[in-house]
């Protein structure tokens, strides 16, 4: 099982950046998706997650309304779009599967996890 997510980088407060994560070696469908963060000296924290049709999402409240999460089950992948980003959302953001029907915020319904990518709002 592998999880590759992409499309981290620098930009700065007010921009937006688009995170892919692609999945290989499970049964994308039957996963729900979840994206977690964690910024330097804090714990990881959820961002936001997709059950496994698509049809239902929440996220935190730190970016409710800025983040969007998608999915695609043909292409086995799940990305998360930032809009109107803060220096707050830097941190390093993290794809992970969750086999089963509840999502949940939880990170340990969680049992696979990409390696991560760098996302970084600074002037």
């Known amino acids: 099982v592998q999880l590759q997510a992409s499309g981290g980088g620098l930009v700065q407060p007010g921009g937006s950046l688009r995170l892919s994560c692609a999945a290989s070696?499970?049964?994308?469908?039957?996963?729900?998706m979840g994206w977690f963060r964690q910024a330097p000296g804090k714990e990881r924290e959820f961002v936001a997650y997709?059950?496994?049709?698509?049809?239902?999402?929440a996220y935190a409240d730190s970016v409710k309304g800025r983040f969007t999460i998608a999915r695609d089950n043909a292409q086995n992948t799940v990305s998360l779009l930032m809009d109107n980003l803060k220096p707050e959302d830097t941190a390093v953001y993290y794809c992970?599967?969750?086999?089963?029907?509840?999502?949940?915020?939880?990170?340990?319904?969680?049992?696979?996890w990409g390696q991560g990518t760098q996302v970084t709002v600074s002037s």
């Open positions: 997709i059950n496994r049709t698509g049809r239902n999402t």
């Open positions: 992970a599967a969750s086999y089963g029907v509840v999502p949940g915020s939880d990170e340990r319904l969680y049992n696979r």
């Open positions: 070696g499970l049964t994308f469908r039957q996963y729900v």
